[in-house]
């Protein structure tokens, strides 16, 4: 293994290990969040789902897209300068936070609005009310994202990728502390016990508080290590003359393409919250749709977000350099790594996905079996997603953000027209629907993605990487059978609480793995040796 890739095997490794931690605490959190106010029973879950909802996704589009396809191919091309881009850095830091600042007041100003625009309109107006409290403590959290993603992307064009991944893990901690004394003060709510019409100052405070909390850590303990690096900041004003156009073009682009996915959303946020049960009738509705995609986004952040996070500097650099073939080389091994990951987690949740949504939500296997099916339907399209994941970072190292909005359009539309198409189904399916919608849409945008990026780079290295997929497709279906096999004697015990569905997850999950594993030695996969000998820190054969 070569020196270069030996880092990207440490670098892939020390933020997996970053998000596999944050994304088990996100777990205990989402757990924890369950017991404290429910999942599928009432409105109160729904309400502060929605209103937590909107600072995630305003990120998604001011922070989450522009600055990440902004910020690391910029601040490589400005190393280059006499002062190694401090004065261009400076700017462009300046810029970004005075816009999220003026756009978190104005957003804040407007919970009311914002929540409207996200909630069904057949919400009640208590149940909107919650939501838009909820909303004024939630909204700030967009410029702390902001910021966290603002001081992680320079790490990252530092080659320091570690903190970045990790700094979630104290916003977990933080929001977990904030529900387990919600819990202690206020006591459970997993069946029911805090409808909308319950809700004091002391409550809403308490779970939104912290929260926001734990979002401001997130980003404030990212200081440390930038100082560490050396990095001293110092804001500039003076915005022309200086590169930023180039910039600009880029944020335009981008920021258009993740504008109509939020269009979507908002059609999908509304259709979801549609299904809110405020009965004692369970149903799947926008909590439940909340935590299916966390489970679906678990994978993805392992493998796809920090394997696509430690190539895309490196890929910047070669896309600055016109070295089209190591682009190429480098997205053809992540691509391949990241499907050895997705292809068995699609596997797993699709034969575990009940027990797991049990393990979630608590309470009762309606419960767990209504999030389940969500899961399932969600995960059909993970491989997809996380490849065009891939294809938009390999656009976006070479400062092209027009191809990827692009191909966001029809991907938009066809989500929009599944997701109301879903409005018609009866309740219990409605989300179901909604994921169904998603995979589908998945698919054909990750196939004309890589369509495009044949046609920018001559070749994609096709032929490998569709045999590395069929391969580990293989190994999948045997690693199914395997667990379906396993399950049916455990089938009860199952079923019989959190416990049980652990247990069984443990046990049936081992299993699969390891038929999983066996058969892809079997079929001569060679990106598993590629991920170990980059796992134990072994010297063999470069990825390539």
Known sequence: MSGKTASFGRSSLIMTAGTLVSRILGFVKAIVLAAAIGSTIGGSADAFDVANKIPN??????????????????????????????????????????????????????????VRVYASSGWSQDQIALATAFAYWCIPQVFFYGLYTLLGQVLNAKGSFGPYMWAPVINNIVSIAGLVAFIALFGRGDQGQHPVGSWDDGKISLIAGTATLGVVAQALILIWPLMRSGFRFMPRFGFRGVGLSRASKVAGWTFAAVLIGQIGFIVTSQVAS?????????????????????????????????????????MSHDAASGDLDAVRRNFSAGLRTVAVVNVFATAALLVLAGQVGLILAGGTREQGASIGMVIVAMVLGLVPFSANYLIQRVFYAFEDARTPFLVQIPVVVLTAAGVLASATLPKQWIVVGIGLAMSLANTIGAVLAAGQLRRRLGSIDGDRILSAHVKLAFAAVLSSAAGVLSLWPLAEFSWSGRAGSFVTVLIVGTVMAIVYFVFCHVFRVSEVRDVLAAVVGRRGRQVR
């Open 57 to 114: 996704n305003i990120y998604m589009l001011i922070a989450g897209g522009v600055l990440n396809a902004v910020l690391v191919p910029q601040i490589v091309r400005a190393s280059k300068q006499s002062d190694g881009g401090k004065n261009y850095t400076d700017r462009l830091l300046t810029l970004s936070i005075s816009g999220l600042l003026i756009v978190t007041l104005i957003l804040t100003a407007l919970s009311g609005l914002m």
């Open 274 to 314: 549609s299904a809110t049960s405020q009965s004692g009738e369970s149903s799947a509705s926008n909590a439940a749709y909340t935590l299916g995609f966390l489970v679906f986004m678990l994978p993805h952040s392992l493998a796809a977000v920090s394997i696509a996070t430690a190539l895309f500097t490196p």
